[in-house]
C-alpha cells in the first residue's frame, strides 16, 4: 500500500458501552487482515481485564501495550513504519495526548483513538473533544439506555454515594456495568452547578 505523507485521525467517540473498543478492534483485525503494520495500545491505569489486553464488555480481546504517559507513545515505535496506532480508552492519557498524536500524524502513522467523550457527570471529556475537532472522521456511538431503552450519549456512575462529585479523581472513571450504567439525555442527571 501507498504510504501517504500525513497520517489520519479516527475517533471513535461515545460513552461507556457505546461499543467503542468493538468497533477499534474491528477496525484492527481488517487493518492486519490487509497486511497492515498495526499495534494496539491501553493505558497502563486501565487494567480491568489485565494488562496487555484491550477487551470489549462483549468479550472480544486483542494483545495490546500498556502505556503510562502520553509522552513514551511516540518513542516506543521509533524507526519502526507502523501503518496504523490504535489506542483504546485514550482519555486516560489527558491533554498530553494531542501533541503525542500530533507528532504520530506527522510521521505518516494513521491513529485511531476511542474514547470516552463524556464524563460520568455528563459533561465533556478532554482531551477527546479536542481530538474530534481535527480529525479526518469522527464515529460517535450511542449505548442503550437501561431505564428506558433510547439512545444513551451518556453514562452514569451509580451504586456509589460520590454521583456527581467532579472532585472524584480520574481512576474513577475505570469501572464496568457494577458501577455505571449508560443514559440517555431523559434519565442522565446532569450536575446541579455549572
Ligand atoms: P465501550 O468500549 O464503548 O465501553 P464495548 O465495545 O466494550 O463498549 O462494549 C459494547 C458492548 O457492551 C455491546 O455490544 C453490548 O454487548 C454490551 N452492553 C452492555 N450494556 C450495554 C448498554 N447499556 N448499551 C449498549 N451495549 C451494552
Ligand atoms: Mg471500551
Same mark, same amino acid.
Given at each position: 500500500m501507498r504510504r501517504s505523507?500525513?497520517g489520519r485521525?479516527?475517533?471513535?467517540?461515545?460513552?461507556?458501552?457505546?461499543?467503542?473498543?468493538?468497533?477499534?478492534?474491528?477496525r484492527v483485525r481488517r487493518a492486519k487482515l490487509a497486511g497492515l503494520d498495526v499495534e494496539v495500545v491501553?493505558?497502563?491505569?486501565?487494567?480491568?481485564?489485565?494488562?496487555? +489486553?484491550?477487551?470489549?464488555? =462483549?468479550?472480544? +480481546?486483542i494483545s495490546s501495550i500498556?502505556?503510562?504517559?502520553?509522552?513514551?507513545?511516540?518513542?516506543l515505535f521509533e524507526g519502526r513504519e507502523l501503518d496504523i496506532l490504535a489506542i483504546? @480508552?485514550?482519555?486516560?492519557?489527558?491533554?498530553?495526548?494531542?501533541? =503525542?498524536? #500530533?507528532?504520530l500524524?506527522?510521521r505518516g502513522i494513521t491513529v485511531l483513538?476511542?474514547?470516552?467523550?463524556?464524563?460520568? #457527570? =455528563?459533561?465533556?471529556?478532554?482531551?477527546?473533544?479536542?481530538?474530534? =475537532?481535527?480529525? @479526518? &472522521?469522527?464515529?460517535?456511538?450511542?449505548?442503550?439506555?437501561?431505564?428506558?431503552?433510547?439512545?444513551?450519549?451518556?453514562?452514569?456512575?451509580?451504586? #456509589?454515594?460520590?454521583?456527581?462529585?467532579?472532585?472524584?479523581?480520574?481512576?474513577?472513571?475505570?469501572?464496568?456495568?457494577?458501577?455505571? @450504567?449508560?443514559?440517555?439525555?431523559?434519565?442522565? &442527571?446532569?450536575?446541579?452547578?455549572?
Open positions: 505523507d500525513a485521525l479516527e475517533v471513535i467517540a461515545g460513552p461507556m458501552f457505546s461499543g467503542k473498543s468493538e468497533e477499534l478492534l474491528r491501553n493505558h497502563a491505569m486501565d487494567a480491568r481485564y489485565g494488562e496487555g +489486553s484491550v477487551s470489549s464488555h =462483549a468479550g472480544l +480481546s500498556p502505556v503510562s504517559e502520553a509522552s513514551d507513545l511516540a518513542g483504546d @480508552e485514550a482519555q486516560f492519557f489527558g491533554p498530553g495526548l494531542i501533541p =503525542a498524536v #500530533d507528532s500524524l506527522a483513538v476511542a474514547g470516552l467523550c463524556v464524563t460520568y #457527570d =455528563a459533561r465533556p471529556f478532554e482531551p477527546i473533544p479536542s481530538l474530534m =475537532a481535527v480529525a @479526518e &472522521e469522527v464515529v460517535k456511538l450511542t449505548a442503550v439506555c437501561t431505564v428506558c431503552g433510547a439512545d444513551a450519549a451518556f453514562h452514569q456512575r451509580v451504586h #456509589d454515594p460520590g454521583v456527581g462529585d467532579s472532585r472524584v479523581p480520574v481512576a474513577a472513571h475505570v469501572g464496568g456495568v457494577e458501577t455505571y @450504567e449508560a443514559r440517555c439525555r431523559r434519565h442522565v &442527571e446532569f450536575p446541579t452547578t455549572a
